[in-house]
């Protein structure tokens, strides 16, 4: 299975992204990781994004998209890819379909995690991290049994900066503008699938393991 995984910031997609990777035995594609290691490991590739990260510069999308060709083409690969963080807009989504095509791993489909705006702000807003253990809670839909302490550990409870309303609100409408158009681009080949992301974690997962068991 080759899939692209689509959701807004707070969807959920990083966690059930796990999941398919440990029930499938697929591999995670993320542009992040990919551009952290290649740096680590100081390849061309990884020479050339620092420079333009050191620039105060975005790595360009040729950059990313060789990495990713690259990543494609390893034989961990073989049983199944989930791309995730890219693309992130329709000119992406289009230099992307050229380069499957061009090295013969088609995409399956695309998997859109569907929360409305209003959730995941609230989602996003009101979510606290233990700054100890990592564990994740949230003061509206899921809080912690005693308040800024972590229920895993008891560890502190911290709001991260850019959860803040205003830094939430500027990156949903980001998704908006750049990444919903790719729903209509993956719908017009037949190739988008969508998932309600309001039920809870394993209903999700569930639906998400029956829909991608049809593609190997």
Do not use: W
Not at 3 to 32: C, D, N, Y
Not at 41 to 62: I, R, Y
Not at 124 to 138: K, P, S, W, Y
Not at 181 to 188: E, G
């Amino acid at each position: 299975m080759r899939i692209v995984l689509l959701g807004a910031p707070g969807s959920g997609k990083g966690t059930q992204a796990r999941q398919l990777v440990e029930h499938f035995g697929v591999v995670q594609i993320s542009t992040g990781d990919l551009l952290r290691q290649a740096v680590a490991d100081n390849t061309e590739l990884g020479q050339k994004a620092k420079k333009a990260m050191d620039n105060g510069e975005l790595v360009s999308d040729d950059i990313v998209l060789s990495m990713i060709k690259d990543r494609l083409q390893q034989p961990d690969t073989d049983n199944g890819v989930i791309l995730d963080g890219f693309p992130r807009n329709l000119a992406q989504a289009k230099a992307l379909e050229e380069l499957m095509a061009d090295i013969k791993c088609p995409l399956d489909a695309a998997v859109l995690l569907d929360v409305p705006l209003d959730s995941l702000m609230q989602r996003l807003t009101g979510r606290l991290t233990c700054q100890d253990c990592g564990a994740v809670f949230n003061k509206y839909t899921n809080p912690p049994r005693k308040d800024g302490i972590c229920d895993e550990c008891g560890g502190k409870l911290i709001q991260r900066g850019d959860d803040n309303e205003t830094t939430v609100r500027q990156r949903l409408e980001t998704f908006t503008e750049q990444t919903e158009p790719l729903i209509d681009f993956y719908k017009k080949q037949n190739k988008l699938i969508s998932i309600d992301g309001t039920q809870d974690i394993d209903t999700i997962s569930a639906e998400f393991k029956d829909v991608l068991k049809r593609f190997g």
